[in-house]
């Protein structure tokens, strides 16, 4: 079995789950969630209950060693004494060394690149299909964007903001990156794009998202409903992204053949971070 280690928002979760099921698949195994991290209070929550994957949530006695409850065993399972094998991230762009790992592997990390799975997309879009059924209110807006000329446009603040470790890590996307965002495409599709803006911050996008074309804020979901907002932006036409792999997810499982996908070319902050992986090719970085 494929274990793999759930934390994080929600669109790094779908990473994780994504670069374990690839790895289940090449070996002809399942996967394993370990959920045991959001026993904080601190953590986003799984939020991957609202998919159709196949993996499942394992039980403690499934599961290594945590060093807190067993500090012996714990050793012993970090040091290869006892299965499954660690793995963890090196790094934050693709480590091909990946194509080596073999079933019964716990992944620790964040496995922030299509390069993880780029093999069985079909299988990701399908396992990433939402199964819970949207609102009145969610139907009706899928429904508009679907039938103009829709672009989902996220503005990440939340705990980029408030959290001074993350800021200092992801920083913020300006409204000029924005602005100029909006411009490219307009030129490339040669209309004027209806704006949909995604934000944890709704209010503050109300006050200051402002743009020289159609714009609304959509704010009909709150935190415990993202995958609303995701599925909506993936229904959009064309989809600005912000440096958060939840709108990174939103504009991939945008099946618009035609898609243009706009994303951040400075996708951290921090000068010792960089994934020269984050993005596909196709996708446009300003």
């Known amino acids: 079995m494929i274990i793999v280690r759930i934390n994080g928002g929600l669109g790094n979760q779908m990473f994780q789950y994504a670069a374990a099921k690839a790895l289940a698949v090449r070996c002809g195994s399942k996967v394993g969630l370990d959920l045991r991290v959001f026993d904080g209070p601190s953590q986003f929550g799984n939020a991957l209950n609202h998919f159709d994957i196949t993996g499942m949530a394992l039980p403690e006695k499934d599961l290594p060693p945590l060093r807190k409850k067993n500090k012996l065993r714990y050793l012993m399972w970090r040091s290869g004494l006892v299965g499954p094998k660690f793995v963890e991230e090196e790094g934050d762009g693709f480590d091909p060394k990946f194509s080596g ?49 829709s672009v989902s446009l996220h503005i990440r603040r939340g705990d980029y903001v408030s959290d001074p470790l993350a800021n200092a890590t992801h920083g913020l996307c300006s409204m000029e990156y ?17 704006i949909y803006v995604f934000s944890d911050d709704a209010e503050w996008a109300k006050e200051n998202a402002v743009f020289k074309y159609p714009t609304r804020v959509v704010s009909l979901n709150d935190g415990a409903h993202q995958y609303e907002d995701m599925r ?13 792999s939840f709108s990174w997810w939103g504009a991939w499982l945008n099946e618009n053949s035609e898609k243009i996908v706009i994303a951040p070319k400075q996708w951290f902050q921090a000068a010792q971070k960089h994934n020269r992986d984050i993005c596909p090719a196709s996708w446009i970085r300003i």
């Open 232 to 244: 909506l932006m993936s229904l959009c036409k064309n989809n600005i992204i912000a440096n958060s």
């Open 178 to 194: 924005y602005t100029e965002s909006l411009e490219r495409l307009a030129e490339k599709t040669g209309t004027r794009p209806q």
């Open 101 to 149: 790992f073999t079933k019964n592997t716990y992944l620790k990390g964040y496995w922030q690149s299509e390069k993880y799975f780029e093999g069985i997309s079909d299988v990701i879009r399908q396992e990433f299909s939402i199964t819970t059924k949207p609102s009145i209110e969610n139907v009706q807006l899928m429904k508009e964007v679907q039938s103009c000329n």
